[in-house]
């Protein structure tokens, strides 16, 4: 294959910058990463451009770091500035390029297929956030225009709303695109009429074929007025789906075979589960055409993206051109993967709770924002974890640790203490009286008390039993110290009360619960927990507490039993 003069020189200058920045020999990996995110038409082709790259980092190993440094200022100098300019801090947002007087619009877009998930919470809070600095306005856009491939959840709509009030990121305004089909329609007349759309009836490997040798399809010449003809047509149902599209003239020649007359409109029979829309059309606009003319109408002049849509921008920028726009100021944020849950999308996600994988969106071993609310997490930890992670084009690999412990500082001022005993066990103890235990609500705050009646049988955990032998003394937490005497049954000697023994014996400290308390299930991450907890967790309803030596929970209902959701340790 031959490589263009651009593409000659985005590998020399990179591969210089690899020089300069490590004063040794380039690394063809690191090479081709900066050259592939550059010029991402030579992705496809991978294999062939390797050579052709180490061919060019040959040449420049045979340079000093003074050589190196010399021809990278001279072809790319901004790229040799990069290597010497401190880097903004990570954490924190970075101010907007806002020109006085300027007012900031921005807009969170999700395609509503299912609830927010820690994914599309990021640019909630982020862009809300801006807005709040600003003094701005916030939109948040359906973009509800693929009745088939993302079918749109009608409760999606609801809980996108209600999860974005919650995160305290209330918007000020909320646009259906489904709602606004009529007005792409008339930018797409325009478009037609300018000579700069057309309707094409290739089929899509036959087009793809045109697209990749830079050739023009056969309808791509039509005049404007058999393009009109064309596009009612598809406006009136008469062409079947795949038959016709609509499609915006760029340069056919692009490098970028992404940009090439990309497609604006397609038809689409299926229903539309919005019922004000439904059956009311038959040609819906592709995300890039939608997204161009949105933006412009809501008078959007900063956005947050993807630094893998790049191509995105591209190809709106043809539209925005067109019409004599000022494209709106954009950032670029690299993908966020978070340890826990690796990669996830909201189609894969229903799939599995179809298939009876989870018990619904809020399961806690999801990652939306309505299972982290159900377990308890606070929506100030999240924000303040999505804030942190800053906007910046590399990609972030973060635990929930981090969210986790914001949260942690949050609810534990508050969160009253309790005993739960899971996988439980009865104890017997010999020669221990009954008595009455008050026990603290918080270690630290003072709240009052909590009070067990306690007899001669207990509960404690199977895995705090699992690796104790007969005459091993043990310390019930806040009550009294015992001597096991028996594993089956299990049981134990009475000893005495005193808090030195457990200092001078090193001993093991458990807990316990009384046999008349009540049943408490735990619904986790990682599976269920199912026990007795003390009979005060009735009244936490809807409160974070904290089960001793098992983490915090968010108490779900006291109906029959108690339902609590694992928040975290």
């Excluded at 807009?107 to 919470?121: C, E, I, K, M």
């Excluded at 646009?175 to 759309?197: C, H, T």
């Excluded at 005993?421 to 009052?448: M, Q």
């Amino acid at each position: 294959m031959t490589l263009s003069e651009e593409d000659k020189l985005a590998i020399r200058k990179y591969a210089l910058q690899n020089a300069v920045k490590y004063s040794q020999p380039p690394k063809t990996g690191a090479v081709m990463g900066k050259v592939m995110s550059e010029s991402p038409h030579l992705r496809p082709m991978a294999k062939e451009v390797k050579p052709l790259v180490e061919e060019v980092l040959n040449e420049v190993s045979e340079g000093t770091p003074d050589v190196w440094k010399e021809e990278l200022n001279k072809i790319a100098p901004e790229l040799l500035e990069e290597l010497y300019t401190k880097k903004e801090p990570t954490k924190g947002l970075k101010p907007l390029d806002v020109e006085e007087g300027e007012e900031v619009v921005m807009r969170f877009a999700p395609n509503p297929n299912g609830p927010p998930t820690l994914g599309s919470t990021r640019g909630i809070v982020v862009n809300s956030e801006y807005v709040n600095k600003y003094n701005g306005t916030f939109i948040i856009r359906f973009d509800d225009t693929d009745p088939q491939t993302k079918r749109p959840m009608m409760e999606a709509y609801d809980w996108y709303i209600e999860d974005c009030k919650w995160l305290g990121a209330e918007p000020d305004k909320v646009i259906y695109a489904s709602n606004r089909i009529p007005v792409y329609y008339e930018y797409a007349e325009k478009l037609i009429e300018m000579g700069n759309a057309y309707v094409c009836f290739c089929k899509g490997d036959e087009f793809k074929k045109y697209k990749d040798n830079k050739k023009a399809c056969p309808h791509r010449d039509q005049n404007p007025e058999d393009n009109l003809y064309y596009w009612n047509n598809m406006l009136n149902g008469e062409y079947g789906e795949k038959e016709a599209v609509l499609r915006i003239k760029t340069d056919i020649q692009h490098k970028d075979p992404a940009l090439r007359d990309f497609g604006a409109f397609r038809i689409i029979k299926t229903s539309h589960p919005r019922p004000e829309v439904d059956g009311k059309y038959v040609v819906w606009p592709l995300l890039d055409f939608e997204g161009a003319i949105e933006d412009h109408e809501g008078g959007v002049n900063h956005i947050i993206r993807g630094k893998d849509l790049r191509d995105s921008e591209r190809r709106q920028r043809y539209i925005y051109e067109y019409f004599g726009w000022e494209y709106p100021k954009t950032t670029h944020w690299g993908r966020v993967k978070i340890h826990e849950f690796g990669k996830f999308s909201t189609s894969s996600i229903a799939k599995s709770i179809q298939n009876g994988e989870y018990l619904g969106w809020d399961d806690p071993a999801l990652p939306t924002i309505r299972a982290l609310r159900r377990r308890g997490i606070q929506p100030e930890a999240i924000r303040k974890f999505m804030i942190d992670m800053g906007v910046g084009e590399t990609d972030i690999s973060i635990s929930l640790e981090s969210l986790y412990a914001e949260n942690r500082k949050l609810v534990d001022p508050s969160a009253n203490r309790y005993f739960f005993v899971w996988d439980p066990v009865e104890l017997e103890i010999k020669g221990a009286e009954p008595r009455n235990v008050k026990l603290s609500l918080h270690p630290k705050e003072k709240r009052g008390y909590r009070e067990l009646e306690t007899g001669s049988k207990l509960y404690v955990c199977q895995e705090d039993i699992d690796n104790i032998n007969v005459g091993d003394k043990l310390r019930l937490k806040d009550l009294y110290n015992i001597e096991v005497t028996s594993l089956n049954p299990l049981q134990a000697q009475y000893l005495d009360d005193s808090v030195e023994r457990i200092k001078k014996g090193n001993l093991p400290i458990i807990h316990w619960i009384p046999l008349n308390e009540v049943s408490v299930k735990v619904m986790a991450p990682d599976g269920q927990y199912e026990g007795f907890g003390e009979h005060g967790i009735a009244d936490e309803v809807d409160s974070v507490v904290q089960f001793e030596r098992f983490g915090f929970c968010r108490i779900d209902s006291a109906d029959d039993n108690i339902i609590a959701f694992f928040a975290h340790k």
